[in-house]
């Protein structure tokens, strides 16, 4: 490895470390109940999903709308297995219905299964869909997630799923402590961890040769196929991984919202996802991390004041009503496509160099004006 | 080595192809020339797998390749230069070689080499994005892309196409010195007379049928050829 590789790694590490302990040392100091977890912990939920629609939208050219759909069936399977079984066979939650599930799984275990059952309904679904193109494929997949909600609320599967009602006291975020102990596991960090490992995972299957597969089939299918990449097989691939970390982070979600219910994964959610990616930057990681907690920042906190009276030290609460906030918010969001067309990052990653560049060349842009001016 | 036997092909509702059959010796340049929508393409297309033949069959080292997947035939041998070139304007120089081995599990490191020998330009912008290259260099990319899979057969679409007259001798005798080193050529074109000058042997197209063949050179100075896709 040469040394300036080497370098950009260390850098790497060191800024991440540097914000796992500024998460660490928050969640020491702060009132647990602060808007600042809410924003950090949906933030990290919010950047793992936008960056795993990104691996399919944006580094392998399917413009799919199923996100919601599979987030949704992450959250249930989470929280199906991890809801002892105690309370599985009591009519705490399932009242209605007796829960056909007489066993219950650890938090890590229930992550991983989350993942693997929306990775496998991908697998199931993308044999028939992945065969079609642009438009069309994303009308399939938004059919299938909103199939797919109705389904969870059906009475038929209600031993299973509860039916329309709710599902909660399963491991929840405040539920979860260390291996083999009954010490409480900070939330906000755990988040952090389990996102901070996905997306490592899925920059480096970007940066694998596989990776390189999916660019080359976004930039040209046919010149793809002719280089003997088979098309159906590595769509199908980006799928389903795309749609295991979706499941992942439905399950995380379902964590941080300690209920679930079908009804909270309607296709406005993959809509947010998918402005998310846009502000972010098609085609850049670090993009969709920064967009998810701008936008959950914005929504959840920066702007909640025009809906509660006040505003910036501004009393109107005739203006700033329930409600407002949205409007203000669209306008925003207007801005950011008409000013940053190709999003904050376009297709670039964040880095050191970037950083370092773009001060240089404002310093120089400085001084010619300075130079003008003198 | 390499051998087409009345082989049709429909391709957007019509026949392209109609009962072709031609042969391409190993270590050899053969070009299939012919005027736009004479089927050329098509042909080339339905070896590399990307279209299925209706009838007929191809063969390439004794085996029958006919209708087989495109990862198949190229990992057999063949690789197609598509026409227009088709490199992959988001990915640099060198990731547009890389994806040229795909198929391959061997080291790749002394064939991007070589074709960085081949084509020192693309070594002195192998960080630049494919789209950033002028028409020529990339061009110079689809060849070296291609040659990454290790062909034995190059099948290549129209190299000459939107390129400067200096831009194509230079694109021909980097052909010539491929072929030289081993690796057999098949070549379409609509520029006749360089394809010819260039070629071992010729076969002239006309809407799906292969109506003449013969020696590059006897091609050149043929009648009909000279005032069809010569200028008189």
Known sequence: MDKEKRNHLIRLFVAIALVYGMVAVLEATLRPTSIVFTVLRKGAIYSLVAVSMNLLNGFTGLFSLGQAGFMLLGAYTYAILTMPTAVKESDRVYRYYDCIVHFDTGVIVGLIAAGLVAALFAFLIGLPVLRLKSDYLAIATLG????????????????????????????????????????????????FIVVGICILLIVLLINSTYGRAFKAIRDDEIAAEAMGISLFRHKELSFVISSFFAGVSGALLAMFQYTVQAQQFRTVLTYELLLIVVIGGIGSISGSCIASFLYIALSEWWLRGLDMGRFLGIDAPDLFRSGFRRLVFSVIIMVIVLFFSRGIMGDKELSFERFKDGMKGMKARLARTKEVKG | MFEIKNLSVNYGGIEAVRDISLSVPEGSIVTLIGANGAGKSTTLRTIAGLVKPRSGRIEFMGEDITGKDPAYIVGKGITLVPEGRRIFPDLTVLENLKIGAYLRSDSIEDDIEWVYSLFPRLKERSWQYGGTLSGGEQQMLAVGRALMSKPRLMMMDEPSLGLAPLVVRDIFSIIRKINEEGVTILLIEQNANMALQTADTGYVMETGRITLSGKGSDLITDEGVRKAYLGG
Do not use: Y
Request: a negative charge; aromatic letters at 14%; hydrophobic letters at 50%.
């Open chain 1, 144 to 191: 299938f997630a909103e199939i797919i909600r109705a389904i969870f609320q059906w009475d038929v599967l209600g031993p299973l799923t509860n039916g329309a009602n709710l599902l909660r006291e399963f491991k929840d975020l405040s539920r979860i402590t260390l291996p083999f102990s009954d010490i409480p596991f900070p939330p906000t960090l755990f988040v």
